[in-house]
Structures are given as C-alpha cells and as structure tokens.
C-alpha cells in the first residue's frame, strides 16, 4: 500500500524556518498569517503497513524533537 | 594507545582528527563498512556531511556496520568522542542524549568561538583547568543543541553538561548555551566546535583542541596503570 508520513517539529521547539516564512509573508503582501511550522513528508510503498509505525520511531522521524502522524493512502500503489 | 577515526562517505574532516590524534598517539583511519575497530583504544566519530545528512544530519550513519561495533565498544566503556557531524551521529545513536536542530540563525556558520569548561574532570577535559576558556573554531548549520527539560535537569545534576559556549558566543541558539555533553557513565562525549583543527598555533590561531586528545590518552593511560 501507498503511505504517507508527515513530519513535523513538536509544539514548543524553536523552527526557525517557519518563523522565517512567516516573516516573509507579510513582505509580499499576504496579511494575517500566524502560527507557521515547516516539517518533512516521505511517501512511500510499503507491503506491511504494520512497519510504518517502528520505521517512524528508528528512522524517518527522532521522537525526541519530531511529531510524526502515518496517512494510508488506499487505491493507489 | 591507538585511535580509531571512522570515515563515511560525506566525512571530510577525518584526516585532521587523525592528525591531531597522531600528536598524541597513533591513530587510523576505518571505513563505515568495517565492523573491526582495529584494536582501537578510543574512537573518534570525526566532522562532515555522512551519508549527505540525509533525511537528518547522523540519521544514516548511525546504522552503519562500523557504528553498530562503535555501540557496543561504548557499552564496555570505550572512549568514544563525537565531533560536529560526530556528535550529531552519536545522538542519533542515542549514545548521547538530545538532539541537534537547524541553527537558529538559519545559517552555515564558520567562526572561531570561545568555549568554557563546566566539567574539567572527565576523561575528555582532564588537561583542562576549570572554567579555562578553549578557542576552537566552530562550522555547521545544524548546531542547536536541544533536550527537554526533564532530560536538562538530569544532565545538571549528573555534570553531562561538559562545555558551554561562552557569553556571546552561542551562534546557533543551543538551550542553555551546552556546546558539548556526555553520557551518563562518562565514556562518550560529543561537541559541535572542532578541536581537531585547533592542534597548531601556527596554522590554527590556537591549539586549545588539543587538551582534548591529549586528556583520552591521559584517561587510557592511567585506566591501564
């Protein structure tokens, strides 16, 4: 099956990238936006959905700085 | 005594370590691929990009063959010192505790900085005097040091916290200016500046790197007399 991992800095920890974007937005014009965090996304196949889980822990995230949420994408794959 | 400098492909500065090792003792190079440590009595995980940084700067290296034998040489107590993409790799590892994020200033950053001694009585600080400031030249975009706040007051009272950058001189917003950390027994340290190229006055400004390999040789020798 098709799976997708979105990756994302935890609540609290400083994301200099997402401040950065939200303070370029402004400067190009588009008013009230707030709130910006910019994390990682890893499509992938994968034959047994039940690994998604310990691959998230071991490689694609680190779970001391990272929140990571597993989307299965059915029908496609 | 011998070291042991591990070489990935994206490592580019394993010869200076292996040269500043050199002016301590002997020291040689092992490829990620190899599993044998050669003998080595201490092991330096040296500066670089391994693997690209892919997916995280460390994430990759840290499931090389030679880092699996590097984990159990750390579990029997074996020196292991993490420099730069190093010590990245060693927390990955988990040999270390915390993490290492984007700079906050977004930047690759390349300056000399002042580093202070919090902890001179380690295997790593012991040619160091306390409160001794260090000068050694510091280079990377993913410096910030980060652990939770838990993880911080465990490290105080157990003295992990081994260098701090001085006032002024934490360029990439490390919590509580930590430039380097070791584990709870003691036997691994890892720091972003670069001691391996402060092991010369006359090509480095400074040789205050070299307290640090000269302090693992005085840590084996007298662990052996």
């Known amino acids: ?77 | 005594m011998k070291f042991g400098v591990l070489q990935f492909p994206g490592s580019c500065d394993e010869v200076d370590a292996l040269g500043a090792a050199r002016r301590v003792g002997d020291a040689e190079l092992i490829w990620h691929g190899e599993r044998d440590l050669r003998g080595a009595d201490a092991i330096v995980v040296p500066g670089g990009f391994s693997y690209g940084d892919y997916l995280r700067a460390g994430a990759i290296a840290r499931f090389s063959p030679a880092m699996e034998s590097v984990i159990a040489f750390a579990a029997d107590g074996g020196l292991v010192l993490g420099i730069c993409n190093g010590f990245q790799v060693l927390c990955e590892a988990r040999l270390l505790p915390g993490a290492l994020l984007g700079n906050a200033n977004l930047r690759f950053t390349s300056r000399q900085v002042d580093l202070e001694v919090v902890e001179p009585e380690t295997p790593f600080t012991s040619a160091c005097a306390p409160g001794e400031l260090l000068s050694i030249p510091a280079k990377h975009s993913s410096g910030r040091y980060y652990a939770d706040a838990p993880t911080l007051v465990a490290m105080a009272e157990r003295g992990q916290v081994v260098l701090r950058y001085a006032a002024g001189e934490n360029f990439n917003g490390s919590v509580e200016d930590i430039a380097g950390v070791r584990n709870e027994a003691g036997n691994v340290f890892g720091l972003m500046p670069h001691p391996e190229h402060a092991v010369d006055e006359l090509i480095g400004g400074s040789a205050d790197g070299l307290g640090i390999f000269q302090s693992m040789r005085l840590a084996l020798e007298g662990a052996r007399a």
Not at chain 1, 26 to 48: K, M, Q, S
């Open chain 1, 1 to 77: 099956m098709r799976a997708r991992v979105l990756i994302r800095p935890k609540a609290g920890i400083l994301d200099p990238q997402g401040t950065a974007v939200e303070r370029a937005l402004p400067a190009l014009g588009f008013a009230g936006v707030g709130n910006v965090h910019i994390g990682r996304l890893v499509e992938l196949d994968v034959e047994d959905p039940s690994q998604l889980e310990p691959m998230c822990e071991k490689l694609l995230a680190n779970p001391l700085v990272e929140d990571y949420e597993v989307q299965r994408l059915d029908g496609s794959g």
